[in-house]
């Protein structure tokens, strides 16, 4: 009974300090130019930013940005008003927040998709290329014409290393199988062309593609819009899209963006932030796929029974999925 | 048309507008549940109520004024240079150009050199509109908006190519060193024992002043204006009287692209440090509302323009303390504001033009 009482007494006591460095901690977030409801990248930053606050009632303050112009406007402007910690996710941030996280030693930042090398701010990266492989030998599995599509957003490493991936997972179920691949554009706009999106994707299927995966942000709804109207399979990106075309996206490869927000804000509050970088992935559930009721009838337990096979090889180690970005090239095409 | 008094054609008019134009705006802010009258006080003390906040205003004034003024300079040739997104993306790769060679110097050397480089990056922009306005007959509304699509992608080609910071996978140049680095205005109040707040205002804020200055001496004082005025006002007459329409046409739109172009001072040098993708953000198509506020004078430029200042800035903050107002909303009370006082101007006009007619039929 003392046990219990004494125990009943600290929690409320860790309740009380918990409390306490609530009304000390104002943590801010700051989307990229695709938008709060992207449905994608985006979206999972504000999902791990409401999550914080449903779960410690503490308020956090956002912006969108308009343009790349405003990227140091914003940081500068959260931090000159004293929130802590400022997170941001894009990796277009990286250079705007070496400036300013220089200004501001006091304050804590996180980034999540570029790694910056300072003292007060913590880096998180994903392995795409680990959940684009298992996608990528769902979208195979799933394949009667042999040819899978690929759209991606932004020209850039990162999403070369989603493609890399993916393709790599295409070619370990079906060696023969030919993979199309697209980008939107070469500037930030390309997150945001949904439009385009759509017409990459119908030329795909053109092409004989019946899986199309996009890594686009909001360009992506356009894809899996067009795959949908096209009767084909699309697979989303970052949150899980299943439900955006019910029935019509395969699966969605979630990169856990969420969990990188939530956690910054979380240890800011336990006075528990480290800086440093950490890298996501599927071994720490960073990245996986998506399964839910919409694309349960989709998805047939052989192809998970294969990509969970996969999945614990990569953590193994007995596969090694080759990263983009490490040497910018791709073995496979 | 001279029947209402001078004060009432630059004071009440412009006024009236701005009342109705926030008065749908506060209306747009009531239909999405939030209080219009907060959503005011937030624009107007986030935009002049701290030094912060002024820091800021003026920033974005700076912007205004330079393709304030290129607008007004076509406006007068009877020109409408809608180009000016266009020469100012060109005059940052101008700007860039002069910062990253020589940016190990100082700026006293790199500043100079940086505003006639912009300069002429942005008037070779509108070089050929011009030319092809005095020479083929092109339209030159058609050709400049035309423009600043190629300057866009243009400008994308080299963030992606040649200006790329070497690693990055932004769309941006390097960061200038110290010596490309304009001083910000905190910085010239230390000079003076002062303190500000760190804003993004800078050096090149006098530099927009200085044109202010220069373009009223150029259009009113000066023989080519005289040229420049009789132009717009009357072409068959201008051309009767031993005007050359095609220099007129050719050197007025190259003093409006360099004008235009120097805006990047403000933005790449001054304020990013960097050439980035969209430094312009949508200035040049705001100079197009500042100069038709403003009556195409520069007073009148520089008034709209830290108007335009206000809103901008205020617009910001109130994205930052209302989230519920998205940027899109803001986006729509901003266009609001530039409908009614730039494209809306007659609704006022004219019910104000009969009240002075009965007035002075009363006396």
Known sequence: ?333 | MKSIPRWADLALIPFLNLFLAFFVAGLVVVFIGEDPFRAMKIMLTGALGSDYGIGYTLFYTTNFIFTGLAVAVAFHGSLFNIGGEGQAALGGVGVAVVALTLDGTHWLITFPLAILSAAIFGALWALVPAYLQAKRGSHIVITTIMFNYIGAKLLGFLMNGPLKKEGSMAPESRRFEDGAQLPFMQDIAGWFGMEMTRTPLNISFFVALICCVLVWLLIWKSKFGYELRAFGFQQPAAIYAGINPVKITVITMVVSGALAGMMALNTVMGEQQKLVLDHVQGAGFVGIAVALMGRSHPVGVLLAAILFGVLYQGGTELAFEIPAISRDMIVTIQALVILFMGALENLVRFPVEGMFARLSRGN
């Open chain 1, 1 to 333: 009974m003392h046990f219990l009482k004494s125990l009943a007494l600290t929690a409320a006591a860790a309740g009380l300090a918990g409390a306490s460095f609530a009304a000390d901690i104002k943590p801010a977030v700051i989307f990229d130019i695709g938008g709060k409801f992207d449905g994608s990248f985006n979206e999972a930053s504000f999902r791990g930013a409401e999550r914080f606050k449903e779960e410690t009632g503490i308020e956090y303050r956002e912006f969108e940005i308009q343009s790349d112009a405003q990227r140091e406007q914003a940081l500068r402007r959260f931090a000159q008003q004293g929130n802590n910690p400022i997170v941001v996710a894009g990796f277009a941030y990286g250079s705007a927040m070496e400036a300013v996280a220089a200004e501001f030693p006091d304050t804590n930042f996180a980034i999540v998709d570029m790694v910056v090398d300072l003292p007060n701010v913590r880096s998180v990266v994903f392995n795409e290329h680990e959940g684009s492989y298992l996608v990528g030998m769902m979208a195979a599995m799933k394949s009667e014409s042999g040819t899978v599509g690929f759209v991606g957003g932004m020209d850039i490493p990162l999403i070369r290393k989603f493609a890399c991936g993916y393709v790599q997972g295409v070619k370990a179920v079906n060696a023969d199988a030919t993979v199309i691949q697209n980008m939107t554009g070469t500037t930030g706009a390309a997150w945001n062309d949904p439009v385009k999106g759509g017409e990459l994707t119908r030329s795909q299927v053109d092409q004989g593609a019946d899986v199309v995966y996009h890594a686009a942000g909001g360009t992506g709804r356009g894809v899996l819009q067009a795959a949908a109207d096209a009767g084909i399979l699309g697979i989303g990106v970052d949150s899980n899209q299943n439900g955006m075309q019910p029935g019509k996206v395969l699966t969605s490869m979630l990169k856990r963006v969420d969990v990188a927000v939530y956690n910054a804000m979380m240890d800011a509050k336990n006075d528990a932030f480290t800086p440093g970088f950490s890298v996501l992935g599927v071994a720490q559930d960073g990245v996986g796929y998506a399964m839910d009721d919409n694309n349960k009838d989709l998805v047939s337990s052989d192809m998970v029974d294969a990509v969970e096979a996969a999945k614990a090889k990569i953590i193994a180690g007995e596969i090694a999925v080759h990263d983009y970005t490490s040497d910018d090239s791709c073995p496979v095409s």
